[in-house]
Each structure stands twice: as structure tokens, then as C-alpha cells.
């Protein structure tokens, strides 16, 4: 149903109004195909669920609020108890090569915080016994709060500065317990 509009109260002349309707004589209304727009494909999402799941599951062994190690010299070393205490001087020696290495260099706290769980979780997982993070010297925030979250992880036995040519003081040899 249609509603009669008033031409004069919406400003047209009767005149135009005659004008109009001889111009628009012999249109016929376009019919309606009702074809639904193509509509993009979406992308898909991750399974975040799953992959946050993974995640904590790494991060579990890493506190921020735990300070168990605190540098005595320009050198870190650390061995975990009931271990060879020699480990860390084969570490030093270079008796150990790495079978894989981490760089952190740009990364934030939580952004390293998660890529050091992920390489401990890969090393187990294809058995890898020794690793090179390297850490950087910059400000020294990681440099602290690596060795920390190291010796709280189960899998970490050892680790030493690592010689110059793995990165001397930037950098840390780690020597994991590799589970068969």
C-alpha cells in the first residue's frame, strides 16, 4: 500500500509533478533475481584453546617471582644438585657442542619467558642435550631472569656462560637430561 504524498507541502509543482510522470511513461520494473552477493571466504581460526593449553603447559616450571640464582662474578655457572659438579667446567671448556640455539635478542620478559619454555619443550622432545640461548647483554634484565627460570625447569641440569664463540657473557650453554 502506497501513501498518498502532498505535493505542495513537499515543495514540488503540480507542473513538475506532470513533467515527471510523462518522462517515466513506458518504464517497466526491473525484476528481482534474488541471487544472494558472493560473500568472501572467512579465514580460519586458530584452536586457541589447544594452543594455549600447550602453552601453560611449558610455562608451568617458570616463576617471575622466584630469585634462586644471583650472580657471584662475570660468569654464571650452575649445576643441579646431585649432579656432576664438573658439568660446568666441560660447559666452560666447550667439551659440549649446541645442538640448537635461542636468540632473545628484542624480545620482552613474557615474549622470552615463552620461547625458552618452547625450546626446552622441543629439546625433550627430540632429544637434544644441549642448547645455547643467547640472551644479550643490553640492560641485563634477561641476563637475570634467564638463569632463574633455568633452574626452576626439572629437564635443565647445568649451565655456564658460554665460550666466546657461542657468545661469551651474552650467552648461556645449557645441558639438559635427555629422557629415552
Partial sequence: MQKKVNLASAGISAEESQLFRESITGAKPIAQDKIPPVVAPRKLKRRTDV???ALDDNLFYFSDEFEGYIAEGVSLSWTKS???????????????????????????????????AGLLAYCAKQHINCACVVHGKGLGILAKKVPNWLIQHPNVRAFHTAPKTWGKHGALLLLLSVED
Fill in 51 to 53: 594452543l594455549a593449553k
Fill in 82 to 116: 646431585g649432579d656432576d659438579p664438573h658439568l660446568t667446567g666441560r660447559l666452560r671448556r666447550g667439551e659440549f657442542q649446541p645442538q640448537v640455539i635461542l636468540d632473545l635478542h628484542g624480545m620482552t620478559t613474557r615474549e622470552a619467558k615463552a620461547e625458552l
